[in-house]
Structure formats: structure tokens, C-alpha cells
């Protein structure tokens, strides 16, 4: 309930609601997917597919201007046509606009002021939604991003029991007017890869806040997989709600129904070549752990798998410090999740990032979510376009060592960059202790070197050691490249009634 009214109290910007509009010119029978428009970045060095309808047997021919030829295709029995030409690799400064025409019979498509780079599907809840408009200096932002060369795709809110050709939705330049309604974390992130790639790059929302996982997920796989099943798809479809004629109308009952929001506003996008993905979603299944690992983990190998373009990177974004209307650091629900979202990344090509440091303890939604999109773009410069230079880890706990009420945590040598700092000067904060007892006591935690030491006089013998491991600790320790540390626990023990009452 406490989760429900603070995502309520910003419901007045969840929902995007576009008009219908026709996004290239076309006459009776030939029309693109609308994916497919004017002003959209083409995706670099990969075959695109160019899709629609025409006159059933109808010769297609698709023109480029950046090919010497045409490529030819016939509209299939239903009307169907789908062609696929090469793509060159982007070059750093080429920002030429192109054009394609695709013609059938006396009837022609022209598509204009294309650019060709590289495309990332941006999708979530609340958190990715969070417009440019609402983010920590959304006005300093705004005014300077006239920035033609990121092209922007809001797909408009839609539900569907069935998987969806069609969307709203217009490609728009980058510009002071368009940005204010974008994702604030995509278009930091966007903003980034420009800045440092100096080609063009396209960005497309797809989500909507307040989402469950398994609404991102096709309903086969929901029933393919015995927990998800059992967790997901079968409660929702004994519900009477499952039943009901859908509509495309926002409810928070809505939004975490399985499979409806992946028919909608996924499925119409899977022939669209992309670069990767990136996520920020978690508030709407907190109270899970292996359900939602799975569940991820499964929309990843679900979109791979149905994008047919390889296993393409995901990076996805922890949940951020909450207090829940309730300032007790017993609780540690959220804590147990945010250890859950480190497991979704064993899958390979994806990777989590934090928002420890950034967060506001007492706003779901915090604003400051530049370094959000900005470390996401650190991890796809490093990983996918291999600026090995590009600094993108937290230090991660390693190892621990007991010495009476004395413990020594070390770091995986990888994510320490050139060593440990913490943000404000002041020691180490949210380090707890615990003796055989279970019973955890705030510590001092000190910088040595590439370690931290952490006593208390409360605890003679430690057993363990937890840091930032409660729901709402906005920390201060980092790596001198500025990625803070994961917060962790070297003990192993269960989650117990009291952190989670």
C-alpha cells in the first residue's frame, strides 16, 4: 500500500497519450510499419528490415540512398511484404541525413531526414519513465537539448491480450520542446553515447510506470516455465479481470498483468534492428526474489530471441534507497531485492548498475537522474563499443577476514579503479556488524588502503558483515572514479519476519 501511494502521487505524468497519426506519406494500399518513419536513426552496420503492407502480390521496391541499387520484394497473400537491405557502419562525425523510398505500383513512401547510427530501446517503470522535465536541473537540461542528432520514439501506452503490428508513436528530433516529455534516464544516457561516439544514435521508450516484469514478458514463455507459471500467468488467468475486454487505459492493476504490455508495446517493435537494451524496473516486484530473477531473465532471452539479432547487451539499473514511510534500518526488503537484481546478471551480455549514492531516501523517484543514464552509457562504451579507457564499475565486495570485533573487507581488484574515497570526506557510512547472536549494530568503518576496516564495542566476535543492507541508505563510498560501492552481506543467513514486517 505504502509502494502504491507513492507511485500515485505521480501518476499525473505516467501516462503518454499521443493522437493517432500517419508518420509517412502513403496513398490506398502501401503503408510502412510504424516503426518505420520520418526522422528515425537507421540502425548502423546491421540488415534492416523494411516491412508493411501493400496490394497482395505486389512487387515492393525499396531504394536507399545510401546503396547503389533496389532491392525487390512481393507482398505475400495476406499483404505482407518484408525486405532487408545492408547498412553501412557509422562514421564519427557523419551526421548526413538520408532518405528511402519504397514504392509499389503508382504508389510511393518517402521516407526523410533518416540518420544512421545506432538505436536502444529504453524501457521500465516509474523510474525510466521519469521525464527530462522532472530531473534535477530539468531546466539547465532542457535548454540544451537541441541535439539533432539523437532522434526520440515515445511509444504511446497500449495493452493488448494478443501481439500487436502496430503502435503510436512519432520519431522526433531531439530539441528543447521534444525532450521535455522523454525518459530523463534515456536521454542521459543518449546524450553520453553521442557526446563520446560522435554518430548519431536513436532512442525509443517503450514502458510505462508502476509495470510489473511479467508484463514485459509473452505469454508463452509465462507458461513454458513452471515457477512463472505458478507465480504469474495462472493467478492472473482465474481472475475474472483476465476475461474483461481490454482497453488501452492506465490503471495500477493494469500495468503488472502479465503479457499485455509486452503484446503492446514490444512485439511491434521486434523487427526494428537495434543496438541493445537498457532497464530500470524492480518497485513493483520488490517483495519478490527468485520469481523476479527468473522473470528477467527470461524477458531478456524472450527479446533476444524474438529481436533475431544475437544476444544483444542489456543493462539494467538497481532500485534506488526507499524508506517505505518508515524510517527503521531493521528493514531490509528492499535490500534482499536489490541482492536478487545482482543475480539477473549472471545471464551473459548484461550488467546492473547502482543508484546508491543518488538516491532520496524519502522519494521513490529521485531526481537526479543524470548519473543514472550517464553510467549505463559507461558500461556500453566500455563493453559494446570497447573504450577500454571507459571506467564503469562499483566496488564489489570480495572477501572478508574476522579478527574478534575487528573485520577486513577487500574488493575485487577490477572494480576498485585507482582506489577507495568516499564522496563528502567523512568515513564510510552503513556498515553493521553482527556477532553468532544475528543482532546488528551500527559500526565505524575506516579506508585502509584497498580495504575497510569496520569494528564496533557491541560486537566481540564478528560474524558478519552488512553494508547499505537495509531499504533506504544513501551511501558515500566509491571508487576514485566516482562508482559507488554494492551494497552486501558476507553472511548467508535467512531473511527473517522482522526485516520484512
Excluded at 509465462?222 to 492506465?250: C, H, W
Excluded at 546478471?345 to 521513490?364: F, P, Q
Aim: charged share 20%; glycine share 6%; net charge negative.
Amino acid at each position: 500500500m505504502k509502494l502504491f501511494v507513492s507511485m500515485l502521487r505521480i501518476l499525473i505524468f505516467f501516462t503518454f497519450l499521443f493522437p493517432a497519426k500517419s508518420f509517412a506519406t502513403f496513398v490506398d494500399s502501401l503503408r510502412l510499419s510504424d516503426a518505420l518513419q520520418n526522422n528515425m536513426v537507421v540502425q548502423q552496420n546491421k540488415p534492416f528490415k523494411v516491412w508493411g503492407k501493400a496490394e497482395s502480390g505486389r512487387k515492393v521496391v525499396i531504394h536507399a540512398d545510401w546503396l547503389s541499387g533496389s532491392t525487390e520484394v512481393y507482398a505475400d497473400t495476406t499483404g505482407d511484404f518484408m525486405a532487408i537491405i545492408p547498412v553501412p557502419k557509422a562514421l564519427k562525425g557523419d551526421f548526413t541525413p538520408h532518405r528511402m523510398d519504397v514504392i509499389a505500383g503508382g504508389e510511393k513512401v518517402a521516407l526523410t531526414n533518416l540518420l544512421i547510427g545506432d538505436v536502444w530501446l529504453c524501457s521500465g517503470q516509474s523510474n525510466m519513465q521519469f521525464a527530462v522535465k522532472e530531473m534535477k536541473d530539468a531546466e539547465q537540461v532542457i535548454y540544451k537539448a537541441d541535439q539533432p542528432h539523437i532522434r526520440l520514439l515515445n511509444v504511446a501506452l497500449n495493452f493488448s491480450e494478443t501481439p500487436l503490428t502496430n503502435f503510436r508513436g512519432e520519431w522526433q528530433n531531439c530539441s528543447p520542446e521534444s525532450v521535455r516529455e522523454f525518459s530523463a534516464v534515456g536521454y542521459s544516457f543518449g546524450k553520453k553515447l553521442l557526446d563520446s561516439l560522435q554518430f548519431p544514435i536513436g532512442l525509443v521508450f517503450t514502458g510505462i510506470g508502476a509495470s510489473g516484469v511479467q508484463a514485459y514478458i509473452p505469454k508463452e514463455d509465462l507458461a513454458n516455465d513452471t515457477m512463472l507459471n505458478r507465480v504469474y500467468l495462472q493467478p492472473y488467468l482465474a481472475d475474472p479481470k483476465s476475461k474483461e475486454p481490454i482497453d488501452g487505459g492506465f490503471s495500477f492493476e493494469k500495468v503488472i498483468r502479465p503479457y499485455l504490455l509486452y503484446n503492446a508495446m514490444v512485439h511491434p517493435l521486434i523487427n526494428l534492428s537495434v543496438k541493445g537494451f537498457i532497464w530500470y524496473q524492480g518497485e513493483a516486484n520488490h517483495l519478490e526474489r527468485a520469481s523476479y530473477v527468473r522473470a528477467t531473465q527470461t524477458m531478456i532471452t524472450s527479446w533476444r530471441s524474438d529481436f533475431s539479432q544475437g544476444e544483444l547487451p542489456f543493462y539494467y539499473v538497481q532500485i534506488a534507497p526507499f524508506f517505505h514511510d518508515e524510517e527503521n534500518p531493521t528493514l531490509a526488503f528492499d535490500a534482499y531485492f536489490r541482492e536478487a537484481q545482482e543475480k539477473v546478471a549472471d545471464l551473459n551480455n548484461t550488467y546492473m548498475v547502482s543508484t546508491m549514492d543518488v538516491g532520496e531516501a524519502k522519494d521513490l523517484h529521485p531526481k537526479n537522474k543524470r548519473p543514472v543514464g550517464e553510467r549505463l552509457a559507461a558500461v556500453a562504451l566500455n563493453r559494446v563499443y570497447h573504450k577500454l579507457d571507459v571506467s564503469y564499475q562499483g566496488p564489489v565486495m570480495d572477501d572478508v577476514s574476522f579478527h574478534g570485533k575487528r573485520a577486513y573487507v577487500s574488493f575485487e581488484p577490477e572494480t576498485l579503479g585507482n582506489g577507495l574515497q568516499t564522496n563528502d570526506g567523512q568515513p564510510p557510512k552503513f556498515f553493521y556488524v553482527a556477532g553468532s547472536d544475528r543482532i546488528f549494530y551500527p559500526a565505524e568503518a575506516l579506508i585502509d588502503g584497498e580495504r575497510i576496516v569496520v569494528e564496533s564495542d557491541k560486537v566481540t566476535e564478528i560474524a558478519s558483515v552488512r553494508y547499505a543492507f537495509f531499504n533506504y541508505p544513501v551511501t558515500n563510498l566509491e571508487n576514485k572514479a566516482g562508482f559507488p560501492a554494492l551494497p552486501f552481506r558476507t553472511d548467508r543467513w535467512e531473511e527473517t519476519l522482522n526485516e520484512n514486517r
